[in-house]
């Protein structure tokens, strides 16, 4: 997949991202919010890097390399992570390494993927799940226009910890009437 906006650029992983997708898996601070355990040897970030690329090649579908247009530099990953074809529904989502944080990025890429995933995956729901206590997601996903449908109640179990989830949805209907 490849994307653009005015600021950002967004392509499939290629093996050569290995040491920007090493950078982002072994920042701890990015894994706060996330089961994902960071990873601290390349050997492993090599390994992940290989599947995400060859599930990428199968179905479309796992994070992509993010580039800032203007400098070229590694922002992070964002992406149409998984589709439900029976239900014409996907799940989008990023991580960014911290020093990119606090730019609208993560809501300018949030809107891109929601307008690819609409007007040309033309799916029915456009959906986004963010631990509640991370507060940043939570608005991001709110400022790209994604409605809180519910929380999940000890959803998921972060180092030991159970935590509830904003569960974030969008229908085609609601979305074509405001694009
Ligand atoms: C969450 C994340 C993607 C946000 O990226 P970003 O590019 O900084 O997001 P944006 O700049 O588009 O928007 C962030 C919004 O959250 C707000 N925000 C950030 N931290 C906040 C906090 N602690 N409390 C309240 N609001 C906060 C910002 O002010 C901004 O809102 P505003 O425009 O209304 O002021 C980034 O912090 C990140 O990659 N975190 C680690 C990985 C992660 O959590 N991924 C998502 C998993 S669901």
Redesign the pocket.
């Known amino acids: 997949m490849k994307l653009e906006t005015d600021l950002l650029f967004l392509r499939d992983y290629v093996m050569s991202d290995l040491e920007n997708f090493y950078r982002l898996k072994s920042c701890r601070?990015?894994?706060?919010?996330?089961t994902f355990i960071p990873v601290f040897d390349t050997a492993t970030a090599k390994n992940e890097l290989k599947n995400l690329i060859s599930k990428q090649t199968a179905d479309g579908m796992g994070f992509c390399a993010l580039f800032s247009k203007s400098s070229g530099e590694y922002?992070?990953e964002?992406g149409i992570l998984s589709c439900n074809t029976n239900a014409d529904r996907c799940v989008i989502?990023?991580?960014?390494?911290?020093s990119?944080?606090?730019?609208?990025?993560?809501?300018?890429?949030?809107k891109r993927l929601i307008k690819y995933a609409f007007e040309n995956l033309n799916v029915e729901r456009v959906e986004?799940?963010?631990?509640k206590n991370?507060?940043?997601?939570?608005?991001?996903?709110?400022?790209?226009g994604l409605i809180l449908e519910g929380v999940l109640k000890h959803f998921t179990k972060v180092r030991g910890e159970y935590f509830d989830v904003c569960y974030y949805g969008l229908t085609r209907g609601d979305y074509f009437e405001k694009n």
Not at 29 to 34: A, D, G, I, P, Q
Not at 134 to 144: D, M
């Open positions: 601070e990015v894994w706060n919010y996330s922002i992070g964002a989502g990023y991580n960014l390494l911290p990119f944080w606090g730019n609208g990025y993560a809501t300018d890429i949030s986004a799940l963010a631990m991370n507060v940043a997601s939570c608005r991001v996903l709110e400022k790209s």
